[in-house]
């Protein structure tokens, strides 16, 4: 079926660790997002893809990195976790036309 | 959990008309509200906001949306619209979780 799957749900991890938020689809979709959220706050894109080794920062500022190596796939890095990166992060993806914007479950960080 | 509900699936207009989104929302308790607008091959932008204080809420763009608690609506308003503003539109509300409404795209035809 068809969908938008990230892994962990839930995460605590302390500060100074490696993470790594994966992101993966199923639609063949060319662009795809990352967008940042604090509890009862607006999203905030930070990072966007518009297909194949084509990454972009966003709008909000962020010390996370993303590659995208492949079509499906467009993993988020924090190479050094501080309880200030703890929020949920949000994957997205559209097709080439951008219409719609199918969000996956979201990573809920927690940084202690 | 939370739910949106967006009244309207598609809406076409002229240029020039008066425009209204329709949005309810489940929870009765604190929430913030936001509307949000994908235009053609772009992301998401923020409109607007409400956090609390003044119900009636003015966001970029000329759009404005009035929140009413009693009716849990946060209907998005704009008096004159344009053909930029085809686009898609979602409700979005937050307690601990943000929840979106399923969109609604607007054509406006020049």
């Known amino acids: 079926e068809a969908d938008i799957y990230q892994t962990p749900r839930y995460l605590v991890i302390g500060t100074g660790k490696k993470i790594t938020l994966e992101c993966s689809q199923t639609?063949?979709?060319?662009?795809m997002y990352w967008y940042q959220q604090d509890p009862g706050m607006e999203l905030h894109l930070i990072h966007y893809?518009?297909?194949?080794?084509?990454?972009e920062k966003g709008d909000l500022s962020s010390e996370s990195t993303v590659s995208r190596i492949r079509t499906e796939h467009f993993p988020l890095t924090l190479e050094s976790a501080r309880p200030s990166h703890t929020s949920q992060y949000l994957c997205?993806?559209?097709?080439?036309?951008?219409?719609?914007?199918?969000f996956g479950p979201g990573t809920r960080l927690t940084v202690t | 959990a939370q739910s949106v509900s967006q009244h309207n699936h598609h809406v076409i207009l002229s240029e020039a008309a008066s425009l209204e989104l329709g949005c309810n929302y489940s929870?009765?308790?604190?929430?913030?509200l936001f509307w949000y607008v994908q235009y053609p091959g772009q992301h998401l932008q923020l409109l607007l906001k409400?956090?609390?204080?003044?119900?009636l809420v003015k966001g970029i763009k000329g759009f404005e949306a009035e929140f009413i608690k009693s009716k849990f609506s946060f209907n998005l308003r704009k008096p004159s619209v344009q053909w930029s503003d085809t686009a898609e539109y979602f409700c979005?509300?937050?307690?601990?979780?943000?929840?979106f409404g399923a969109g609604t795209t607007v054509t406006v035809r020049a």
């Open positions: 997205a993806s559209s097709d080439s036309t951008g219409v719609g914007q199918y």
């Open positions: 639609m063949g979709h060319d662009k």
């Open positions: 893809s518009y297909g194949v080794n084509s990454t």
């Open positions: 929870y009765g308790g604190t929430v913030n």
């Open positions: 409400y956090f609390s204080g003044d119900p």
């Open positions: 979005a509300v937050s307690d601990y979780k943000l929840s």
